[in-house]
């Protein structure tokens, strides 16, 4: 009987440390052990539009309703939907120019939900927001023109990979409001992780970035500036989306459901009480990387607005699709819907 129990026990310990990889969350552990739960393979980008994926999982919601989210981190969203689309994971928080993108080539995965709009923004260091600072009535454009003049070369901006969100942004405001000669503008293409410390390594002028990196580079250096925020970038700048693949929707539409109400729960915890929400997100977000107090001011960011509605973002997906078509990132001639399935949010409600 003793030797029935320790095997049963070891087995047990087993099975809990044998989650892809990542450590055993305290909501998940606590789970009934005579429950069969939904396992749902999450993929996720390290921004703060993603908090109301931890929210869910820190607060317990998820093991409640027989939930097991296991979490896999990407550098950015290109990578995550090739992820998706290869069937390694179920669902996804991250942006939606590579859903579109995605799509356009074929791939079976919709958008259910929104997490926040108008997240990014252009942000420079150094010589260029020194100029920025002295502008007087010059516009972005010209302030970017004069000290690509001046320097005799083009004025380096960090994004991320072809088809993301911050690049597809960055492009459109370069070619259609800036209207910048492309002479004058170098992008270069990174992950996440690498725009932060090119930024703050003064390798690049600027970068398109998010919070938090918006609130960790503003600590380490307060003459950061703002060139474009937000609308200003791309107008309604639709961003961090919720995806599932085709097939784990058929299989899963009341597990669906049932998350899309605990998402936009999350979201309303994060719009009454964000020094609670940071607290909860911490460990996921920030632990190791950016202090609780600087986890707190990116909350109150007016970088992120956070909204689960998926219908506020659907006009101004459609005319980053066709941008992305006019500037080839997608086949010119593909006939793909845009991707939209409100079946789970009009549930939710």
């Known amino acids: 009987m003793i030797y029935a129990k320790l095997r049963l026990f070891a087995l047990s ?11 055993i969350q305290p909501a998940q552990a606590a789970a009934n052990p005579t429950a069969n739960p939904t396992t749902i393979k999450v993929g996720y980008i390290p921004i703060l539009a993603a908090a109301p994926l931890f929210v869910t999982i820190a607060s317990g919601w998820a093991t409640e309703n027989n939930m097991t989210l296991e979490l896999t981190k990407f550098e950015s969203g290109p990578n995550a939907i090739q ?58 454009r010209e302030v970017i023109a004069e000290l690509a003049k001046t320097r005799g070369r083009p004025i380096k901006i960090a994004t991320q990979p072809s088809g993301s969100v911050p690049d597809t942004v960055l492009r459109y405001w370069l070619s259609k409001t800036a209207k910048l000669d492309e002479k004058q503008v170098e992008i270069v293409r990174m992950g996440i992780e690498n725009t932060q410390q090119a930024l703050l390594a003064g390798a690049v002028d600027a970068a398109t970035i998010r919070e938090p990196t918006v609130t960790i580079i503003q600590d380490k250096d307060p003459k950061l500036a703002i060139l474009a ?23 899963n539409k009341d597990v669906l459901v049932t998350l899309m109400k605990l998402h936009k729960r999350a979201i309303d915890v994060i719009a009454r009480d964000p020094k609670q929400a940071s607290i909860l997100i ?24 956070f909204t689960a509605n998926p219908y506020l973002i659907l006009n101004a997906a459609r005319r980053m699709r066709d941008f992305q078509r006019e500037i080839g990132v997608i086949a010119k001639d593909s006939k793909n819907d845009d991707g939209f399935d409100f079946t789970f949010y009009d549930a939710a409600k």
Not at 229 to 251: E, R
Not at 284 to 289: A, M
């Open 229 to 251: 925020a937000g609308s200003a970038l791309f107008a309604n700048q639709p961003g961090t989306v919720i995806a599932v693949s085709d097939g784990f929707k058929q299989k």
């Open 83 to 140: 992820a998706l689309a290869a069937g390694q994971i179920d669902l996804m928080y991250a942006g939606v120019g590579p859903v579109i993108v995605a799509r356009a080539a074929g791939a079976e995965i919709s958008i259910i939900g929104n997490c926040a709009v108008e997240e990014l923004v252009l942000a420079a260091r150094g010589d260029l927001a020194e100029t920025w600072r002295n502008r007087g009535n010059k516009s972005a």
């Open 13 to 23: 310990l087993i099975l809990l440390m044998g989650v892809v990889g990542q450590p």
């Open 282 to 305: 911490q460990d996921y977000l920030g632990k190791g990387l950016i202090e609780p107090a600087q986890l707190q001011r990116a909350m109150g960011s007016p970088y992120t607005k």
